[in-house]
């Protein structure tokens, strides 16, 4: 079978115009104040002035502001930025689980916090928090929470 020289120019412009998606999802390494620090019960201990929503806190100034209990780590924040938040469920939370990594198709860095509840049905608030490598100063993080 022949194929016209029109059909190998347009199956070659297609495979030439396909891109190849360069992205590649790594994981990133999250701390904890718990296994960093040796606070205790901080989904109920620290006390932050948010409600379902989340914010990076960059300077150690900015944490004796607006973070509070008896949790006062030593955070060194020329290498590292703390995420921190509060989330309100249905039921009482029974673990909150972390993922950060770099996400695809931007190479955004993303960090996705799962806040399991248990059978107990009392309403909830927790507090969540990660300590993640320093961004760049016009550098953003996606924050997915997820309520299960």
């Given at each position: 079978m022949k194929y016209?020289?029109?059909?190998?120019?347009?199956?070659?412009?297609?495979?030439i115009s396909c891109k190849k998606n360069d992205c590649d999802e790594k994981i990133l390494t999250a701390k904890h104040l718990e296994s960093e620090y040796g606070c205790v019960n901080t989904k109920y201990s620290l006390v932050v002035d948010l409600q379902n929503n989340g914010k990076i806190i960059r300077s150690e100034e900015a944490y004796d502001t607006e973070v509070s209990g008896p949790c006062h780590p030593d955070i060194d924040f020329s290498k590292y930025d703390l995420v921190i938040g509060k989330q309100s469920s249905g039921n009482e939370n029974d673990t909150i689980l972390y993922d950060y990594r770099t996400a695809c198709p931007d190479n955004e860095p993303t960090l996705t916090v799962e806040i399991i509840q248990s059978d107990v049905t009392r309403p909830d608030n927790v507090v969540y928090h990660a300590i993640i490598p320093k961004l760049g100063d016009e550098e953003t993080l996606h924050i997915i929470v997820n309520v299960k």
């Open positions: 016209s020289p029109i059909f190998t120019i347009i199956l070659l412009s297609l495979l």
